[in-house]
């Protein structure tokens, strides 16, 4: 079954730091861009980061540039998002999803169940 | 980047058709054909329905369809289901070589 596991998440202060993961079975991880996407309470999707296959190319949003990292570990399948000096405005779902093609003009066709962040004092 | 407009609510009837828009620019919508769409149940994970504006992924039902106009587009939902009532998003490429997604409209089966 494919699939795509995140961890991490939980209760961080504004200005701290938590690392993310996402763990992929079920395809080859290595062939694919990978992406995150996060939901604050009650609203909408955004994208936040996208890394190619190989991870040799990086995009970030502009709200996370700076403070948030993409990286990725191919042998071990898994995906990370490093996220520093976190605002209260970072607090959400953050999924992390497959791309079914070409580095971000592809669909996002498998999601994961996702993984709560709460920046709060 | 803003967020891809879309209305917030629409309603319809079982059976019957509904038509979501999804409004860019030219910088994104109207400029590629990397629009998305997206099914979100509450407390579910979204799901892909639509890429590359009108094609499908398997599993996907064919009362789900996609389409562009200009800067415009568009999920059209036929013969509309209990099921179907959910959340749905749209998102484009752009040409600042991010993604950015749409509001969201909050889809009700009467």
């Known amino acids: 079954e494919v699939q795509l596991v995140e961890s991490g998440g939980g209760l961080v202060k504004p200005g701290g730091s938590l690392r993310l993961s996402c763990v992929a079975s079920?395809?080859?991880?290595?062939?694919?861009?990978m992406n995150w996407v996060r939901q604050a309470p009650g609203k909408g999707l955004e994208w936040v980061s996208s890394?190619?296959?190989?991870?040799?190319?990086?995009y970030h949003a502009d709200s996370v540039k700076g403070r948030f990292t993409i990286s990725r570990d191919n042998a071990k399948n898994s995906l990370y998002l490093q996220m520093n000096s976190l605002r209260a405005e970072d607090t959400a779902v953050y999924y992390c999803?497959?791309?079914?093609?070409?580095?971000?003009?592809?669909?996002?066709?498998?999601w994961g169940q996702g993984t709560m962040v709460t920046v709060s004092s | 980047q803003s967020a891809l407009t879309q209305p917030a609510s629409v309603s319809e009837s079982p059976g019957q058709s509904i038509t979501i828009s999804c409004t860019g620019t030219?910088?994104?919508?109207?400029?590629?054909?990397?629009v998305s769409w997206y099914q979100q149940h509450p407390g579910k994970a979204p799901k892909l329905m639509i890429y590359?504006?009108?094609n499908r992924p398997s599993g996907v039902s064919n009362r789900f369809s996609g389409s562009k106009s200009g800067n415009t587009a568009s999920l059209t939902i036929s013969g509309l289901q209990a099921e179907d009532e959910a959340d749905y998003y749209c998102?484009?490429?752009?040409?600042?070589?991010?993604?950015?997604f749409g509001g969201g409209t909050k889809l009700t089966v009467l």
């Open positions: 998102s484009s490429y752009t040409s600042s070589s991010t993604v950015v």
């Open positions: 590359d504006v009108t």
């Open positions: 890394i190619s296959s190989s991870g040799s190319y990086i």
């Open positions: 999803a497959r791309a079914r093609g070409n580095l971000l003009r592809s669909a996002f066709d498998i």
């Open positions: 079920g395809f080859t991880f290595s062939s694919y861009s």
């Open positions: 030219s910088s994104d919508v109207g400029g590629y054909n990397y």
